[in-house]
Nanobody, 121 residues
Framework: QVQLVESGGGLVQAGGSLRLSCAASGSIRSIGTMTWYQQAPGKQRELVAT???????NYADSVKGRFTIARNNAERTVSLQMNSLKREDTGVYYC???????????????WGQGTQVTVSS
């Protein structure tokens, strides 16, 4: 059973920082692109940052220069360092990954359960 588990959310004042982590566990053969999404209150889930298995990154315009995505392939983790946080960064942050489980042919897309980030003024 493959799982993605996020951690690191919380309450922070505007201008502060948080670091989110996501760990993949289970019977995994390979992990491809890993992505963080934000779902703000009353809005659809939106891409925040993505990183390929060779380290190429892409960011939403709203977080460029403030957020940094990184991964550790050996530990099967992806992180999101969030600096200079703004109130509009508030929401549930979800980890997403393309994974090839063992005994499966092909990629399967997985989601974590989400972690709440609240930025206060």
């Amino acid at each position: 059973q493959v799982q993605l588990v996020e951690s690191g959310g919380g309450l922070v004042q505007a201008g502060g920082s948080l670091r989110l982590s996501c760990a993949a566990s289970g019977s995994i053969r390979s992990i491809g692109t890993m992505t963080w999404y934000q779902q703000a209150p009353g809005k659809q889930r939106e891409l925040v940052a993505t990183i390929t298995n060779n380290g190429s990154t892409n960011y939403a315009d709203s977080v460029k220069g403030r957020f940094t995505i990184a991964r550790n392939n050996a530990e099967r983790t992806v992180s999101l360092q969030m600096n200079s946080l703004k109130r509009e960064d508030t929401g549930v942050y979800y980890c997403n990954a393309d994974i090839v489980p063992t005994r499966v042919i092909g990629w399967v897309n997985y989601w974590g359960q989400g972690t709440q980030v609240t930025v206060s003024s």
